[in-house]
């Protein structure tokens, strides 16, 4: 041992006797173990991301949602042919959620929802607000737990009763110095008392188009009570004069007495998200929706649907593999440096030939000049390799600040390029090792 620890002295010794050539020898390893580090955190952020999308959007989740038929960049033409097809649909409806849940063996569950942008007012506080119907299964399909108090309950939901679930900076603004729970808020012209408060999370524009709502800024209260109470658009039956063009609104279309009238889209919902039990149940379950609602719509294509999870695993499968090709790339530059480090050591071989000579021929063995050039390589390698993980941790860290991507430095990541830097060093170092260990000692005592 006591041997061993003598050799590996002297590489040390030869290490910081030429510092220039070292950290020269060892910037290969630095940015390659930076690299790595850097993409597998993004590479982490990007699949943590998807993880909290899905759990976002819910699982084995459909989402339906009305679409508008009346093309701005259409012609008059295609305009009147399309009124005349729309009257015919209801557009969507409370029916419409409660026949997908009856019809299908499939369905788990089916959360219908619709809302209101509102006013909210408590004490004299005022906040804008998204007023949102649902049913009771709606917290979990979308994985919402309460902070404070419960969620609205079956039978509040079948009475149609006045009560409300709020989102976090409702309870913020509203109510910031007090229990919200058993008071009552006014939201446009109805009053609801307040059973719960949700712990909210942060809704990005992607979550928002899949179908969810910003919970921070929402109050839900059971889909019922605001058909009821507030307002019902599949009950609107109104004639106006709009330009000498009289319309009437019924359902979710309209009928025009003049050619040149307009027509207006009303929805009873704005959404039917429909829980499937098995992921491998969605496409086939989203088709039979399909051709569900097409035949309630009179064959009219009024609606949109989305199956969230689909999307953001394949979403995730295309970031995977950029993430895949950039840690190439990155690997490709732990190989760079690794030969890098293998044409260093051989010139540091033909340039310390008599030094060799002088240690074989004062007793050193082969397997000694293996083992000390081949501490050299690994202690650089190391050594490149500490600093690299460093530059990488750092490296994520303002890749985050900078451009708002998140990621994640693993341990493991840590753990692999560190391990990949030293074997560069074992395997890129061998070669010179054993080539200064094959020198003849007294063809290398001559030389000059």
Known sequence: M??????????????????????????????????????????????????????????????VTP?????????????????????????????????????????????????YPTMAIRSGKKLNVDLSGVTADYFAVFNQEMRIGIGFSDRQQDMGAPVCVIGPEVAGKLFPNEDPVGKSIKCGSIWLEVVGVLKGVQVDEK???????????????????????????SLIN???????????????????????????????????????????Q?????????????????????????????????EQKTKDIFNIVLGAIAGI??????????NIMLASVMERIREIGVRRATGATRRDIVFQFLSEATFISITGGVIGV?????????????????????????????????SVGIIFGYLPARKAAEQDPVESLRHD
């Not at 701005?72 to 009257?87: A, F, R, W």
Request: charged share 20%; hydrophobic share 45%.
């Open 2 to 63: 006591e041997r061993y620890l003598q050799i590996l002295t002297l590489s040390l010794d030869a290490v910081f006797a030429n510092k220039f050539r070292s950290i020269l020898t060892a910037l290969g390893i630095i940015f390659g173990v930076a690299a790595v580090i850097a993409m597998m955190a993004i590479g982490n952020g990007a699949r943590q991301e998807i993880l909290d999308q899905i759990k976002l959007v819910g699982l084995n989740n459909i989402v």
């Open 67 to 115: 679409k508008l038929l009346d093309d701005p960049n259409s012609t008059d033409e295609e305009s009147d042919e399309k009124s005349m097809s729309k009257k015919y649909s209801p557009g969507l409806t409370l029916k419409d959620a409660e026949n997908i849940e009856r019809s299908l063996p499939t369905v788990a569950v089916v959360s219908p929802e619709v809302i």
């Open 207 to 233: 979550a928002e188009s899949m179908g969810v709502s910003n919970y921070s800024k929402s109050v839900f209260a059971p889909i019922k009570t605001l058909l009821l109470r507030f307002k019902d658009r």
């Open 238 to 280: 109104q004639s106006s004069l709009m330009g000498g063009n009289e319309i009437i609104f019924f359902g979710g279309g309209a009928i025009s007495f003049n050619s040149g009238g307009t027509t207006d889209s009303e929805n009873q919902l704005d959404k039917i998200v429909v829980q499937v039990k098995e992921s491998s």
């Open 282 to 314: 969605l496409s086939s379950t989203a088709t039979a929706i399909k051709a569900m609602l097409t035949r309630r719509h009179q064959g009219v294509d009024d609606f949109d649907i989305t199956i969230p999870e689909l999307l953001l695993k394949q």
């Open 333 to 342: 530059s732990l190989v760079v440096g690794g030969i890098g480090i293998m």
């Open 390 to 422: 460093v530059l990488g941790v750092i490296m994520a860290k303002v890749i985050t600040l900078s451009t708002d991507i998140l990621t994640i430095v693993s341990f493991w990541s840590i753990v692999l390029s560190f391990g990949v830097a030293a």
